[in-house]
């Protein structure tokens, strides 16, 4: 009962897992951090769909990971910063914005489909609930 | 009675699209999964054929993958066609319910005499 309406729900913890995810990425863009350690690592999200039940129906979507981006990042000439090495270098996260950016939008209008559908079968679902009423 | 040929097309028509919109919901769900393929349910020629048999119970629902071209991520979700089979199939399930719902009442009128 109901199960498309959790089929889209899967969709947006993904999609909501996925913005959440991009939101930190964005957030520690400018991080700093001394060459002796790792620079920031972007994350990712992968997932996979969920196999359907008896019918061949798929029921929706999973998380199944976030893997990271490399630890070595970009080194960067910065001698004035209080964290850099010896020879006046720090390193710093290797984020592309563009990529970022581009994958924000595509989370933010996935999600939007996963929340649209959710509305429409909840119409479905309340005439179906509405069959003979007011007999 | 409330097992004429009438109800009983009625009740596997809602039936198949209430599959068609759990498909969309997952198709939807996936629109940005990486090698997704995209399914679609087809039961009215089924239906059709069932009905001229006499029988609506006989009627299948049937998924199958689609054959759309896939993206380079290998995808082949379009989620336009997927929001207009979502917003198609929810007014479709409101005639269909609103006529189930006008047959019984007849049965209704007639039981009260």
Do not use: C, H
């Amino acid at each position: 009962m109901f199960d498309a309406i959790s089929t889209s729900g899967t969709g947006l913890t993904t999609y909501r897992t996925w913005l959440d995810v991009i939101a930190n990425n964005i957030a520690n863009v400018n991080d700093v951090s001394p060459t002796s350690g790792p620079a920031f690592q972007a994350q990712y999200v992968q997932a996979q769909p969920i196999d359907g039940g008896p019918d061949g129906a798929g029921q929706g979507v999973a998380v199944t990971g976030l893997p990271s981006s490399s630890a070595a990042g970009v080194l960067e000439y910065d001698p004035n910063n209080p964290v850099a090495d010896a020879n006046g270098y720090v390193r710093r996260p290797d984020i592309d914005m563009s990529e970022q950016m581009g994958n924000l939008i595509m989370a933010q209008r996935a999600f939007q489909a996963n929340a649209n559908v959710v509305e429409r079968s909840t119409d479905i679902y309340k005439a179906a609930i509405d069959i003979g009423k007011g007999i | 009675m409330l097992d004429d040929i009438a109800s009983l097309s009625l009740q596997a028509a809602i039936g198949g699209l209430a599959t068609r919109q759990r498909v969309t919901a997952d198709n939807i769900a996936n629109v940005e999964t990486p090698g997704f393929t995209a399914r679609t349910v087809e039961f009215e020629s089924s239906l059709a054929k069932a009905l001229a048999g006499g029988d609506p119970a006989q009627a299948r629902v049937g998924i199958s993958p689609s054959d759309a071209q896939a993206g380079i991520n290998g995808n082949n979700v379009s989620l336009d066609t997927e929001i207009v089979t979502a917003t198609k199939t929810g007014l479709q399930q409101q005639l269909l319910t609103g006529a189930l719902t006008s047959k019984y009442g007849l049965i209704s009128t007639v039981l009260k005499g």
